[in-house]
């Protein structure tokens, strides 16, 4: 069993290609729970409503406190599926723009 756990180790869970997604996944979460923790502090602005709006209502914003609207955010973006998560960061990061063929 330890030799089957250190070649699983090796050549499974440290291969390139799963340490590329794997790093690829920390970005893409870190830059949505980053613009959506902007948005909620500059909820006055044009472009942080229509951030939040994308947000589904099941998704409560208005708690009373910034730190229970965070909590929401963190809710919306952990129940994200990997290619609902891939598709959103690209379209607010503006690497692909919805409705407009490559």
Same mark, same amino acid.
């Given at each position: 069993?330890?030799?089957?756990?250190?070649?699983?180790?090796?050549?499974?869970?440290?291969?390139?290609?799963?340490?590329?997604?794997?790093?690829?996944?920390?970005?893409?979460?870190?830059?949505?729970?980053?613009?959506?923790?902007?948005?909620?502090?500059?909820?006055?602005?044009?472009?942080?409503?229509?951030?939040?709006?994308?947000?589904?209502?099941?998704?409560?914003?208005?708690?009373?406190?910034?730190?229970? %609207?965070?909590?929401?955010?963190? %809710?919306?973006?952990?129940?994200?599926? %990997?290619?609902?998560?891939?598709?959103?960061?690209?379209?607010?990061?503006?690497?692909?723009?919805?409705?407009?063929?490559?």
């Amino acid at each position: 069993m330890t030799t089957i756990s250190n070649v699983s180790i090796k050549e499974i869970y440290r291969h390139h290609s799963v340490v590329e997604i794997e790093l690829a996944g920390f970005k893409i979460l870190n830059t949505l729970l980053e613009i959506f923790t902007e948005a909620l502090e500059n909820r006055n602005s044009t472009y942080s409503k229509k951030l939040l709006s994308r947000i589904p209502s099941q998704y409560e914003l208005n708690n009373g406190t910034l730190y229970l %609207d965070l909590l929401s955010v963190v %809710d919306f973006v952990s129940g994200m599926t %990997d290619t609902y998560a891939l598709e959103l960061y690209q379209n607010l990061t503006g690497i692909s723009i919805p409705g407009i063929s490559r």
